[in-house]
Nanobody
Framework: QDKPVESGGGLVQAGGSLRLSCAASRKIFTVNSMAWYRQTPGTQRELVAG?????RVPLSVMGRFHIGTDDGANMIYLQMNDLRPEDTGVYYC???????????WGQGTQVTVSS
C-alpha cells in the first residue's frame, strides 16, 4: 500500500560515499514529510535526515548526510559522505502524505561500512 522502495545499499570502505534512493509510489507533491532512518541490531530506528523538524538527527551525521529529491522522478535520495563503520545498518525511507498522521515505510536497504 503505497510503500516506498529503497535501493542503493551495499558495502563501502570507511571514508567513502554512497547514495541511497527511494522510489515514492506517488507524486512527491503529495508528501508533506520525508525522512531517512537507520537501524542497527538491538537499537531503535533513528532519524538521520529529513523529517518534520520535531526530531534532531545525531551530531555524528550532521554535515555528512544529506536528503534530496528529484520531484519529476518521484525519488528521494540520501547522500552519505565520509562514511564510518558505525554508519553500518539498515536504512529506511519514510514518507508521510498530506492528510495522514503516520509515515509509510519501505523495506530498508543494508549499508555496511568496512574499516
Amino acid at each position: 500500500q503505497d510503500k516506498p522502495v529503497e535501493s542503493g545499499g551495499g558495502l563501502v570502505q570507511a571514508g567513502g560515499s554512497l547514495r541511497l534512493s527511494c522510489a515514492a509510489s506517488r507524486k512527491i507533491f503529495t508528501v508533506n514529510s520525508m525522512a531517512w532512518y537507520r537501524q542497527t541490531p538491538g537499537t531503535q530506528r533513528e532519524l538521520v535526515a529529513g523529517g518534520d523538524g520535531r526530531t534532531r538527527v545525531p551530531l555524528s551525521v550532521m554535515g555528512r548526510f544529506h536528503i534530496g529529491t528529484d520531484d519529476g522522478a518521484n525519488m528521494i535520495y540520501l547522500q552519505m559522505n565520509d562514511l564510518r563503520p558505525e554508519d553500518t545498518g539498515v536504512y529506511y525511507c519514510a514518507l508521510r502524505r498530506y492528510g495522514r498522521t503516520s509515515y509509510t515505510w519501505g523495506q530498508g536497504t543494508q549499508v555496511t561500512v568496512s574499516s
